[in-house]
């Protein structure tokens, strides 16, 4: 079952795993440039249509912590084809919807299994050569950050020339397609472990008691995800009012712009192969609090907005990416349940921006969603400070 792991990884395999998790990923993000229509079309007052992002991410967290484990015992081709199946079943109980509550139940079943993106992860770092794998990291996670932005602008393409309804279906099709590929190129692999699945669970507490820098790293990770749902969130409703009045087709392309920051990923990833995570980490967090500045013009200038945009996720990118390497570095045997603990830390921190920033925007406008950014960068700068200062030589190995 290991000899796969000594020949590393194709550049096709890399490509299909990335676009797996980009269109997986993709199929939590579709619903948010279409906000504004799926209100008007569902009749939804706007601070409820946090719901469907909350329903989505929330979801995707339970996934995560109670089904990706199973990376680490079950084989993972087999789990990984069974989650893309059950994701597409979530897909189709959304383009069906006919009410707020269908749209959640589809989006909850899409967001729950869609959870196989962070068993491909562990699995791509597993199999990668050891010299390549802060690169190949990088790589997967351009897949998902791609996704979770041109996933946006996709979905405002097609609604704009078709109903909202549509972008689920195609977004249906899409998956079939990828599930089906994914059957005829991955390689079959178990790790050799005889805890069960109980054991497995309460393991990944243990490992948050033994190691540090899954702790400080998760930690960054809610404060990271958290800010770029409290942009991407309300900004549907910011481009939808005045003085712009965007349709949700100009919105989506919105997605283009936050995509260049999926550029940081493999530069990152080289970084962390060269062991500079932590020099990547600290410029990531630094540009999450400079980010602010631009996006506080936004109600007077697109190209502010554009730029804030830009430099914000590519900030988040940078900071994620060196949080992932800096992870994968210890435990190899345990990556999946590490990968666990800090994905539900990414995943909490991006439902509560998303709870957070609808409610903010609808009571208060974009002033508040400016102040609230600046405040969590504060802390997460301040507390990758401290911990620089007292950090262990095993993150610097």
Avoid at 10 to 30: C, D, E, H, P, R
Avoid at 280 to 291: D, K
Wanted: glycine fraction near 8%.
């Amino acid at each position: 079952m290991h000899s796969k792991q000594s020949q590393g990884l194709s550049a096709w395999l890399v490509f299909l795993m990335a676009f797996a998790i980009g269109v997986t990923i993709a199929s939590n993000y579709y619903a948010q440039p279409l906000l504004h229509s799926i209100t008007a079309d569902l009749h939804i007052a706007i601070e409820h249509a946090g719901s469907i992002i909350m329903a989505a991410q929330f979801s995707y967290a339970v996934g995560l912590l109670f089904i990706t484990p199973l990376g680490d015992k079950v084989e993972r081709k087999q789990l990984i084809l069974i989650l893309m199946i059950l994701t597409t079943c979530g897909l189709i109980v959304s383009a069906l919807s006919q009410n707020l509550w269908m749209l959640i139940i589809g989006t909850a079943i899409t967001g729950l299994f869609s959870a196989v993106a962070q068993v491909l992860i562990p699995f791509a770092a597993t199999l990668a050569k050891p010299e390549h794998r802060g690169k190949i990291v990088g790589t997967l996670m351009s897949g998902m950050l791609l996704g979770i932005l041109l996933g946006r602008s996709f979905a405002g393409a097609i609604s704009s020339i078709a109903d909202w309804h549509d972008v689920y279906w195609i977004a249906t099709v899409i998956m079939i397609i990828v599930t089906l590929l994914l059957g005829l190129s991955l390689p079959s692999y178990r790790n050799k472990t005889n805890i069960n699945y109980w054991q497995l669970m309460f393991s990944i507490g243990s490992l948050y008691r033994q190691e540090r820098t899954l702790r400080i790293r998760s930690v960054l990770a809610v404060i990271s995800f958290a800010i770029f749902s409290l942009l991407w969130t309300p900004l549907a409703f910011l481009l939808s009012d005045p003085p712009y009045h965007y349709s949700d087709f100009i919105i989506g392309l919105f997605g283009f712009a936050g995509a260049a920051g999926a550029l940081g990923s493999p530069i990152v990833g080289k970084l962390s192969d060269k062991g500079k995570g932590f020099i990547a980490t600290s410029i990531g967090l630094a540009l999450l609090l400079l980010s602010w500045l631009p996006l506080s013009l936004a109600h007077y200038s697109i190209i502010a907005l554009i730029l804030g945009v830009i430099l914000l996720d590519f900030a988040v990118q940078v900071t994620h990416v060196s949080n992932m390497n800096a992870i994968y570095q210890i435990r190899p045997e345990a990556r999946s349940r590490m990968n666990t603990g800090y994905m539900v830390s990414y995943f909490i921190g991006g439902m509560l921006g998303s709870v957070t920033s609808t409610y903010l925007y609808s009571h208060y406008g974009w002033f508040a969603i400016i102040v609230t950014g600046i405040i969590l960068a504060l802390i997460g700068l301040i507390t990758w400070i401290f911990y620089t200062k007292t950090y262990t030589s095993q993150e610097t190995s």
